[in-house]
């Protein structure tokens, strides 16, 4: 079997065409969406996802305000920043990129973010809503892996297991409730995992979040299974790749998602909608 691609770019770029005519509506209406994004030193990685996400946001028509503080800044001073943009009616999402540096707690700046204004998803009452079943943002990776299901016939889960391997705050645990919200029978693999290779191969849809490059392979898949690879890993030679060998898991696999150009670019697309989202509702 050769997998059929989940083509990411495409994908993301049919939701931020959506999202764009939202703004639009809301714009014409008296409400243009905002975003503030936070960048807290000089991580170039950082600053490359920042400067990405506020060009996202000037194709969508979404206003974004972009706020680079030193590296020293003092965890008052930041809690005080977020406080204002929680006042501030005109805007309608607050994102901290991460990581902050060590001295500041991230946990307790993410708190401070109103969850009405919590686009990215990671407020504590963001993920309570999400365990519970209640309106709240979901975070952006995983909502980008169930809208490619979705956009494979796949949005309700019924009959189907989905293992999802790697279980962080972020990714892994939010995912496994989304996908048990869609009726999936869902298994979260980890390090402690004592047969990885058996319980991926049970996996009708796979998702691999990890950061080991390569780590599942073509053996480990169940022949049919949709595989979403979430993993980004840089390698010696400079290239990204997933957590998963595509070569070998596409040709077991049904559906499969390539990096780059699969999850990555969901990910900003569903930030857009989110914060579409918060200006709708606000
Ligand atoms: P993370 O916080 O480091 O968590 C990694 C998880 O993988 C942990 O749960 C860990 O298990 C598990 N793990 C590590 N080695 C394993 C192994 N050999 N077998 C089974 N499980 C293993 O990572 P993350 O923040 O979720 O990110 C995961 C990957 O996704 C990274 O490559 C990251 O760059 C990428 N990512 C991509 C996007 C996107 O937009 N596409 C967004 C976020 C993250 P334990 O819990 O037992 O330690």
């Given at each position: ?15 931020r065409a959506e999202v764009a005519a939202r703004a639009a509506a809301l714009t014409a209406a008296g409400r243009q969406p905002a975003l503030a994004v ?245």
């Open positions: 079997m050769t997998a059929q691609l989940i083509d990411g770019k495409a994908l993301a770029a049919q939701v936070i960048l807290v030193g000089d991580n170039a990685a950082s600053q490359v996802y920042v400067r990405n996400k506020v060009a996202a946001c000037a194709h969508a028509g979404i206003r974004s305000i972009h706020e680079t503080c030193a590296a020293d800044l003092r965890e008052g001073e930041l809690l005080a920043r977020i406080h204002a943009l929680n006042q501030d009616p005109a805007v309608h999402g607050i994102l901290v990129q991460l990581p902050l540096p060590p001295h500041i707690d991230a946990q307790r700046v993410i708190e401070a973010i109103s969850p009405l204004k919590d686009v990215d998803g990671f407020h504590v009452a963001s993920a309570g809503a999400l365990m519970v079943g209640r309106e709240g943002f979901r975070p952006c990776t995983p909502l980008g892996c169930m809208r490619m299901l979705d956009h494979i016939g796949m949005r309700d889960l019924r009959g189907r297991h989905a293992v999802v391997v790697g279980r962080s705050n972020i990714v892994g645990k939010p995912l496994a409730l989304m996908l048990l919200a869609a009726n999936a029978t869902v298994t979260i693999a980890h390090s402690g995992t004592a047969d990885l290779a058996a319980t991926c191969r049970e996996a009708d849809v796979l998702v691999a979040a990890v950061g080991r490059p390569r780590l599942i392979t073509g053996a480990m898949v169940k022949p049919g299974a949709v595989v979403l690879d979430v993993g980004i890993n840089r390698l010696e030679d400079g290239r990204l790749c997933g957590d998963v060998d595509f070569e070998t898991a596409a040709r077991v696999a049904g559906w499969i998602t390539p990096v780059p150009g699969g999850v990555g670019p969901m990910t900003i697309a569903m930030l857009l909608a989110n914060t579409v989202q918060a200006c709708a509702r606000a």
